[in-house]
């Protein structure tokens, strides 16, 4: 069995005096979606935080391609191969769709892949490319976390983290998103998926760990855990 992409044991982490995640474990194989739901406030963006080098666990390690990371700094982290789509899109709204794509190739010098990946980008994301040279604080809510993806794909990551990719949009956005997912992971990049809306999550996902409160209770193959009562229960209305 080859080594999983991502290991995570047993990291603890703290905000201040709170102790946001105890002891939780995950793994991360190649090509693999898993996701990641829970609650809100059970611990999932601080887990994805904390994989980019944005907070550091007091205890346990962190293992990307047998390289231990646990608080490597977070553009150290980029340039391993690990992108985050963050909470809430943050794209740089004064900036235009295109600067913006550029900024997510800071760390490259290769122009003509540059160029390769934001063809990609738009071929992914055609209302990008119609709005490359938008302001992108005029986007709609959709088009921005369209903008946060593809700037994120502009570091060619390894393992691509989404953290709430559907929040704030409309249903049928939510569709065109999960199957852009579903396209980026087919081609070969590797996902971590942090979302509130389980049903799509789970019915894109290869594996599923539930997070209740800082730890892990449930975990397993997606589908199977989509049947699951105690899971259709707590996060699927049903």
């Known amino acids: 069995m080859a080594e999983p992409m991502l290991k995570i044991d047993d990291i603890n982490v703290y905000y201040g005096a709170i102790h946001a995640i105890k002891g939780i474990s995950l793994t991360v194989n190649q090509g693999e979606i898993v996701t ?33 990371i646990a608080g490597t700094p977070a553009h150290k982290i980029v340039g391993l191969g690990i992108s985050q789509v963050p909470e809430g899109r943050r794209i740089f709204t004064e900036m235009t769709v295109m600067e913006n794509l550029d900024l997510g190739a800071f760390i490259r010098k290769d122009k003509d892949g540059i160029a390769a990946d934001k063809k990609r980008v738009f071929e992914l994301f055609p209302r990008l490319e119609e709005r490359q040279d938008q302001v992108a604080g005029t986007l709609s809510g959709g088009e921005q976390q369209m903008l946060a993806m593809g700037r994120a794909l502009m570091s060619r990551p390894k393992l691509l983290l989404l953290d709430e990719p559907s929040m704030g949009l409309a249903p049928l956005l ?44 449930l975990s397993g193959d997606a589908k199977k855990l989509a049947a699951s009562e105690d899971v259709r229960k707590a996060y699927l209305g049903g």
Not at 38 to 51: C, D, E, M, P, V
């Open 36 to 68: 990641l739901i829970g609650a809100n406030g059970a611990g999932k963006s601080t887990t994805l935080r904390t994989i980019s080098g944005l907070l550091k666990p007091k205890t346990g390690s962190i293992t990307f391609q047998g390289q231990d």
């Open 174 to 217: 939510i569709k065109e998103i999960f199957s852009i997912i579903e396209d980026i992971n087919k081609s070969g990049t590797t996902v971590l998926l942090v979302e509130q809306n389980a049903n799509m999550a789970l019915s894109i996902a290869n594996r599923a760990y539930v997070l209740e409160t800082g730890r892990i209770t």
